[in-house]
């Protein structure tokens, strides 16, 4: 079922005879649905690993699930860090599979591999002797503790493999082929599902299995991918050799992602800080929103995915005004699905905020903020779209600059909140500041024109 998608079908669309208007927002939009549906479907598998190994472990204990909760939280915002590994490597691939020039472009994205398993090897080595010192800075309890230091270490040793997948991904979303990744996950979430039951409750390993099961099954993952680009390259006759300057280049292209990240989830993390503050009502209603919030992101990040590609092709084959074209269109997409998705959010919340939890205070400081949210879902859309059209065209410095203005603009405004006696909402209207921002940024920028940078490389 893996394989590499032809490619050259791509490189063969962009030289036939323009389109008329009506037939060309066809294409587009035949192109964005094909990657961001697939995408979106791999973006959601993801976060299933965590929850199945939650639901297993929590039958242990209480104690055991605050510990692997402890260790997921550390794993999850190390390997998120990196996610400039994926990003980065879209952009670079993409462009030179625009420009018709496939075997430098799986030689691109073999660099970011390289880079992958060195960064992973390194977190690695650092987080084994460090994971009791790590645990008890996140102040975990005396019966938690041990239970997290446990599945700390055995999960750090697939950190390279998670870093791996990362940057396959971008290879594979730059040669305009997501339903690998797709696959992939679907494949890793069952194995991991199966093999943390086996070893939990079969074998009897208790933590230690449930960490060991999602290690293997995140070297599966890493191999299935390695696999599929190891076929391209050969069927291209593209080098697997690890280039030096080649990984440096891709260490420096994801620098300013790095930034941005960091810029990004510092903004969350004062959110939250500003929350519980307030009260464990608000800060128990500031998670349930945060999840909303970052559940209705991954329906907008498929779409800035197909943005990274389809962007990054149109300027590695030199086609400037191609690139203005479906980014308008994709503007468009971003705008209705972020209308989609507020209207759904309003509908539905009275159906599912008892889910949650049956705390009417909760409830009464959650209602007006989910509002908050719906209306500002337009405004994300168009958020992230235009950062991944950006990423497409490679224009990794101007985002960091915008991400570290936005959390200029929104730190001191967050930190009024609680001395003007604000609450949730109002700490929620401050998220729509921060998002009207980015978008003033990142519409300013694509207005210009100056990411538009057309060839092989940037």
């Not at 893996?2 to 030289?15: C, F, K, S």
């Not at 697939?158 to 494949?187: E, F, K, N, S």
């Not at 159906?351 to 949650?356: H, N």
């Amino acid at each position: 079922m893996l394989h590499l998608l032809p490619v050259e079908d791509y490189i063969e669309r962009m030289t036939q005879a323009p389109a008329t208007s009506k037939a060309l927002r066809r294409r587009h939009d035949r192109e964005i649905v094909a990657i961001a549906v697939p995408a979106f479907a791999a973006l959601v598998a993801e976060p299933l690993f965590l929850m199945v190994d939650s639901a297993i472990v929590g039958h242990l204990g209480t104690p055991q699930l605050a510990g692997l909760a402890i260790a997921a939280a550390f794993l999850m915002t190390a390997v998120s860090i990196f996610v400039f590994l994926a990003y980065a490597t879209t952009a670079a691939v993409a462009r030179r599979v625009g420009a018709g020039d496939l075997p430098a472009a799986i030689r691109q994205g073999m660099d970011g591999i390289w880079l992958a398993i060195i960064l992973g090897t390194i977190v690695t080595a650092l987080t084994l002797p460090s994971a009791p010192w790590l645990i008890d800075a996140f102040g975990a309890s005396d019966t938690a503790a041990p239970h997290a230091i446990t599945y700390l270490r055995i999960s750090s040793l697939g950190i390279p493999a998670m870093l791996i997948v990362l940057a396959a991904t971008g290879v594979l979303r730059g040669l305009q082929d997501t339903r690998t990744p797709l696959y992939v996950a679907i494949g890793g979430f069952t194995a991991n599902a199966i093999l943390n039951a086996l070893l939990v409750y079969g074998a009897g390993f208790g933590v230690a299995g449930s960490a060991w099961g999602t290690v293997i099954a995140q070297y599966a993952m890493a191999a299935a991918y390695l696999i599929v680009v190891v076929r391209g390259a050969r069927r291209h006759h593209a080098s697997l050799r690890p280039d030096a300057a080649g990984i440096r280049a891709s260490a420096q292209a994801g620098v300013p992602l790095l930034v941005r990240t960091l810029s990004l989830r510092a903004i969350l993390m004062i959110a939250t800080a500003i929350a519980a503050r307030m009260g464990d009502a608000e800060v128990a209603a500031q998670q349930i929103a945060l999840s909303l919030w970052s559940l209705m992101a991954f329906a907008l990040d498929a779409i800035a995915i197909a943005g990274q590609t389809i962007i990054g092709r149109y300027l590695g084959a030199g086609d400037a005004q191609g690139a203005r074209q479906v980014c308008r269109r994709m503007v468009q997409w971003g705008i209705a699905s972020g209308v989609a998705l507020g209207l759904l959010l309003v509908a539905t919340r009275p159906l599912f905020v008892p889910l949650f939890t049956g705390d009417s205070a909760v409830h009464d400081v959650l209602l007006p903020a989910l509002l908050v949210v719906a209306l500002t879902q337009p405004i994300a859309g168009v958020v992230f779209v235009l950062d991944g059209v950006l990423m497409g065209a490679g224009d990794g410095p101007y985002l960091a600059g915008a991400m570290l203005v936005t959390l200029a603009i929104f730190t001191p405004v967050a930190l009024l909140i609680p001395l003007f006696g604000g609450g949730l909402t109002a700490l929620w209207w401050a998220m729509a500041l921060m998002m009207t921002v980015r978008m003033a940024t990142l519409w300013l920028r694509t207005r210009s024109g100056r990411w538009i940078v057309t060839g092989a490389t940037r």
